[in-house]
C-alpha cells in the first residue's frame, strides 16, 4: 500500500514538473519581426530594450507549424534563446534571418522542415547551440553574404532530401563555423566566394562531401575531424588555392591532411596520410603513397609544374559506377588543376568516380591500371598524352573534352587496354586528337565521337583493335570531323565484325594478292542529323589484329 502511494505520488510529481516546464513553453504557429518595432510582446520578446546591455530577449518558443520563425530589416540587440521549430507541413520552413544586425541565437532547434537556418545578409550575428535534424530540401544552415556571424558548438544530421545541402558559407566575409558536428548529411561545409573565414574544430562523417572550397581567399582551416570524407578545391586562379592557412591537425580518416604550398624540389615519399593538397609546387615527387577505402579525393595539385606522381595506390572502396544513386558520393584519385608537365605514371586506381584526372598543358598518364571507376583517365587541356595504361570495366574509359569547359587540342591516345566498360574511348567537342595503338574489347561503346555546338575536329582513329564491342563506334551531332584510317598502306582498324575479304592490295585494292587490308571499306557508323545521314567508313580495315 504505501509503495502505491509513493507511486502516485512520483506521477504527479512528474506530470506537475511537465506543466510547469510546458507553462513556460509559448507555442506559435509562426513568428515574423521585419524591423525593430516588431520587437514587443506579440512577437515573443518578454524583456529588454534592445541595447547591447540590455538586449531584447525571445525566449522559450516553439513552432510547430506554418512558416517558422522570420527576422528582418532589424539593428537592435536581440537574444533568441530555447527556441524551437518543428514544421510538419511539407512546406513548412525553419528560421530565416535577413539584413540585420546584432542578432544572437542560443539553442536553436529546428527538425522535419523543408530548410533549416537560412541568413541572408547579416552582420555580427551568432548562432550557438543549434540542433538541426531532417531538413528535407535545403541547406541545413546558409549564411550569405554576411560579415562577422559565427555557428559554433552544434549538430546537424539526417538531411533526407535528395538534394539537401548541410553548411554553405557564401560570399561572406570574416565568418567562423566552429565546432560543429555534422552526420549523415550529402554535403558537409561548402564555403564559396568567401574570405578571411575560419573553419575550425569541426567533425565530418558519413556525408558524401566533408569541406569543400570554391573561388574563395584567405581561409584558415585546422583542427577538424574528417572522417571517410575529403578536403576539396577548386576555383579559376592561383589565389584560390594558395592564399589558404590548412594545417597538418586537420585529420581525414584519422591521418594528417597535408597541405603543400609553394614548395620548389620536394619530394613526397612513403608517408601516412589522409590526403595530400599541393599548390603551387615545382620539380617535386610524389612516390610510394597509399589511399584506401574512404580516401575520396587523395591527391590534388593545383597550379603545379615539372613534377612525377609514381606508384600510387588508391581504392575508393565500395563505389559503383553502375549505381546512379552513389554518383552524390565524388570520389577521386589524382586530379591535377591547371597544371604543367607533370606525368602520373604506375598507378593504380579503383571504385572512384574519376581515377585520373588531367587539366593543363603537356601533361602524362602512361603506364596505369584502373578498374571499376566511373571515369578512368580524363583529358582536358592542351598537349596531353594518355599511354600504354590498362582500363577494365570503367563507365568511360578514357575521356577527353573540350567545348565549354575550356579548350582541349592535341591529345594523344596511344596503345592503351579497355575493356568491359559503357564506353572505351569518348572525344568531345575536341580538335587535333590522336587515337592509335589501342585495344578496345567488350565494351558497350568502343569509341564515341561528339560534336555538339562546339566542333570535334582532325580526330585521327587508326591502327586500333576493336574487338567484340557491341556497338563499336557512336557518333553524336554534326559537328564531327573524323577520319579512321590513314594512308595506304598503314591502314585503319582491326574490326571483330568486319565480313571483308582480303584478295587484292594496293591504293585502291584493285593489284591481285593479299595484303593484310580488307578489299572493301568498313562501314563504320551512320549519323542520323536533321539534315541527313552522314556516312563514316574505314577506307582500309586491317583483317587481324595489330595491338600485342
Not at 27 to 36: A, F, Q, T, Y
Amino acid at each position: 500500500m504505501i509503495a502505491i502511494v509513493v507511486g502516485v505520488s512520483v506521477v504527479l510529481a512528474g506530470a506537475l514538473f511537465y506543466w510547469l516546464l510546458s507553462s513556460t513553453d509559448d507555442r506559435h504557429e509562426s513568428i515574423s519581426i521585419d524591423g525593430n518595432d516588431d520587437f514587443n510582446s506579440a512577437h515573443g520578446v518578454r524583456q529588454g530594450s534592445g541595447t547591447p546591455q540590455d538586449p531584447f530577449v525571445i525566449e522559450d518558443i516553439t513552432i510547430l507549424e506554418g512558416e517558422g520563425f522570420s527576422i528582418g530589416n532589424t539593428d537592435a540587440h536581440v537574444v533568441i534563446r530555447n527556441l524551437t521549430v518543428e514544421a510538419l507541413a511539407d512546406s513548412g520552413s525553419g528560421v530565416f534571418v535577413r539584413y540585420s544586425e546584432n542578432v544572437h541565437f542560443e539553442h536553436l532547434t529546428v527538425t522535419n522542415t523543408s530548410t533549416g537556418l537560412y541568413v541572408d545578409r547579416a552582420e555580427n550575428c551568432s548562432f550557438v547551440g543549434c540542433i538541426i535534424d531532417g531538413v528535407r530540401s535545403g541547406q541545413s544552415v546558409s549564411l550569405y553574404s554576411s560579415l562577422n556571424c559565427t555557428l559554433s558548438d552544434s549538430w546537424i544530421s539526417n538531411q533526407t532530401g535528395i538534394n539537401a545541402g548541410s553548411v554553405v558559407l557564401g560570399h561572406s566575409i570574416e565568418c567562423r563555423i566552429v565546432d560543429v558536428e555534422l552526420t549523415d548529411c550529402k554535403y558537409g561545409i561548402f564555403i564559396t566566394n568567401s574570405e578571411s573565414c575560419v573553419i575550425s574544430e569541426n567533425s565530418i562523417h558519413d556525408s558524401y562531401h566533408a569541406i569543400s572550397i570554391d573561388s574563395s581567399l584567405n581561409l584558415t582551416i585546422t583542427r577538424n575531424n574528417l572522417s571517410t570524407n575529403i578536403l576539396s578545391m577548386g576555383g579559376y586562379e592561383l589565389r584560390h588555392y594558395s592564399t589558404h592557412t590548412i594545417a597538418e591537425d586537420n585529420s581525414v580518416n584519422g591521418l594528417p591532411l597535408l597541405y603543400v604550398n609553394g614548395a620548389s624540389g620536394v619530394n613526397i615519399q612513403n608517408l601516412l596520410a589522409g590526403q595530400l593538397i599541393a599548390v603551387n609546387c615545382s620539380d617535386f615527387g610524389i612516390r610510394d603513397l597509399s589511399f584506401d577505402e574512404g580516401s575520396h579525393e587523395p591527391i590534388l595539385l593545383a597550379y603545379c609544374c615539372n613534377g612525377i606522381v609514381e606508384n600510387i595506390s588508391i581504392s575508393g572502396g565500395t563505389f559503383d559506377w553502375t549505381d546512379y544513386s552513389s554518383y552524390y558520393s565524388y570520389h577521386s584519385g589524382v586530379t591535377t588543376t591547371d597544371c604543367n608537365n607533370i606525368i602520373i605514371t604506375s598507378c593504380t586506381i579503383s571504385n572512384v568516380t574519376s581515377g585520373i584526372g588531367l587539366r593543363g598543358t603537356n601533361l602524362q598518364a602512361t603506364w596505369n591500371n584502373l578498374t571499376n571507376n566511373e571515369y578512368g583517365i580524363g583529358g582536358r587541356g592542351i598537349n596531353l598524352t594518355i599511354s600504354n595504361n590498362t582500363l577494365s570495366h570503367n563507365r568511360e574509359g578514357i575521356s577527353t573534352s573540350g567545348g565549354i569547359h575550356g579548350s582541349t587540342d592535341c591529345v594523344s591516345i596511344l596503345d592503351n587496354t579497355i575493356s568491359y566498360g559503357q564506353v572505351g574511348i569518348k572525344v568531345s567537342e575536341a580538335s587535333n586528337i590522336t587515337v592509335r595503338g589501342n585495344k578496345i574489347m567488350g565494351n558497350s561503346i568502343g569509341a564515341q565521337v561528339q560534336g555538339y555546338y562546339y566542333r570535334a575536329s582532325n580526330i585521327v582513329i587508326h591502327q586500333n583493335d576493336f574487338i567484340e564491342n557491341s556497338y563499336q563506334v557512336n557518333v553524336q551531332a554534326g559537328n564531327v570531323s573524323a577520319s579512321w584510317n590513314t594512308e595506304y598502306p598503314v591502314g585503319g582498324n582491326y574490326w571483330s565484325d568486319y565480313s571483308g575479304t582480303d584478295i587484292n592490295q594496293g591504293a585502291n585494292q584493285t593489284v591481285p594478292g593479299s595484303d593484310g587490308i580488307g578489299d572493301s571499306p568498313y562501314h563504320v557508323f551512320t549519323a542520323s542529323l536533321t539534315f541527313g545521314d552522314v556516312d563514316f567508313w574505314d577506307e582500309y580495315p586491317l583483317m587481324s589484329p595489330c595491338t600485342n
